[in-house]
C-alpha cells in the first residue's frame, strides 16, 4: 500500500501537537516500519525546514529533515504538476491540489 502523507502529519506527529498527534504519530510509525511504502511530495521537506526553523537550529532542521528520508521516498515536484494543481479550480487550497497530484503520479492508495 503506498500512502502520500502531507505536510501537517508529519508536523503533528513531530512536534506532538493535539489533537491530531496520535493518528499522525501511528501513521509515522507504519511508514517507519515499511509495513506501507510511504511517500512525502518535494515540497514537503522544504515546508517543514521553514516551520522547523522557527524552533530549532539550522543544524538541527536539516538532521531531522535527513531522517525523514529514511521513513519516506518523495515524490518530485514539477513543471506538469505545478501547472495542473493551478489550473485546476476545484481545488480551493493549491498546496493541498499539488499533493493530489502528487499521489496521483505515484498511484498512492490513501493520502493522509
Do not use: W
Request: glycine share 2%.
Amino acid at each position: 500500500m503506498r500512502v502520500l502523507v502531507d505536510t501537517n502529519v508529519v508536523m503533528d506527529a513531530l512536534e506532538g501537537q493535539a489533537p491530531f498527534f496520535d493518528a499522525s504519530n501511528q501513521v509515522l510509525k507504519i511508514c517507519a516500519l515499511k509495513q506501507v511504502e510511504g511517500y512525502l511530495a518535494a515540497h514537503s521537506i522544504t515546508n517543514l525546514f521553514y516551520l522547523f526553523r522557527k524552533r530549532y537550529s539550522n543544524d538541527e532542521c536539516r538532521d531531522i529533515l535527513l531522517s525523514i528520508f529514511d521513513i519516506f521516498q518523495i515524490e518530485q515536484i514539477d513543471t506538469r504538476k505545478l501547472k495542473t494543481a493551478l489550473e485546476n479550480r476545484a481545488f480551493k487550497d493549491f498546496e493541498d491540489c499539488l499533493q493530489m497530484e502528487c499521489a496521483k503520479t505515484i498511484f498512492a492508495d490513501i493520502v493522509q
